[in-house]
């Protein structure tokens, strides 16, 4: 069962560039969602979806792009990438995003930005 | 929004001894989970807590909700090698599809 799969494990940027994180689940669940995770500061949610076509910020959007065109997939693209945004994202998935659900993650995208 | 504060925030303990980490909400939780990270890893669900005063057990692992529904501790006794990376709670609200999580505990057991 490959479960949630993100794109690449590591990647370095310079600060400007753009990119998209990768994110796809193989279990049909509706709701998606982006976190990233820093020293001392736990997960934090960049962005979330319901289902294909709905996406919805967290509590960290600034800087971050997301749209749902499949149930699959749900990619995260950085339009000018800022040393700020240095951090390890995880893309999580859960069966409707209910309140109790229990969140299935990817194993992480380990991102620098020089 | 909600906050959410965990304690401690690091853990060394010797192999044996026991461990307990707390996590202290600001509103009254729906219901909570708990997740754990091994190093290098990604978060693994544990458990979820809906009821007041609830204690589950999962073999050395003891979760508990407060009577309130506003805390909730995990209690690891006599702790392995094996249970070695970071703690987190999450706090379900009533917002759809938005989970908050604490800032974890990263707990290092000495061999």
């Known amino acids: 069962n490959a479960g949630v799969t993100q794109t690449p494990k590591f990647q370095v940027l310079k600060t400007g560039q753009s990119m998209t994180l990768q994110c796809a689940q193989d279990?049909?669940?509706?709701?998606m969602s982006w976190y990233r995770q820093d020293p001392g500061m736990g997960l934090r949610l960049i962005h979330y979806?319901?289902?294909?076509?709905?996406?919805d910020q967290g509590e960290v959007p600034n800087g971050y792009n997301v749209s749902r065109s499949t149930t699959e997939d749900f990619p995260l693209r950085l339009l000018s990438a800022a040393p700020s945004q240095t951090s390890v994202y995880f893309c999580?998935?859960?069966?409707?995003?209910?309140?109790?659900?229990?969140?299935?993650f990817g194993s992480g995208t380990q991102l620098s930005v020089l | 929004g909600q906050q959410v504060m965990q304690i401690p925030q690091y853990q060394h303990v010797q192999e044996g001894e026991d461990f307990t980490t707390y996590c202290n909400s600001s509103?009254?939780?729906?219901?909570i989970q708990w997740y754990k990270q091994r190093p290098g890893g990604h978060p693994v669900f544990l458990i979820q807590l809906v009821k007041s005063g609830e204690v589950k057990k999962q073999k050395r692992l003891t979760f508990q909700f407060g009577e309130a529904k506003k805390n909730s501790s995990l209690h690891i006794t006599a702790t392995q090698t094996t249970d070695v990376g970071t703690y987190f709670c999450a706090l379900g609200g009533t917002s759809y599809g938005k989970l908050t999580f604490g800032q974890g505990t990263i707990l290092t057991v000495h061999p």
């Open positions: 509103t009254t939780l729906s219901n």
């Open positions: 979806s319901v289902g294909a076509g709905i996406t």
């Open positions: 279990m049909n669940h509706e709701y």
């Open positions: 999580a998935s859960s069966y409707s995003g209910l309140a109790g659900e229990k969140l299935f």
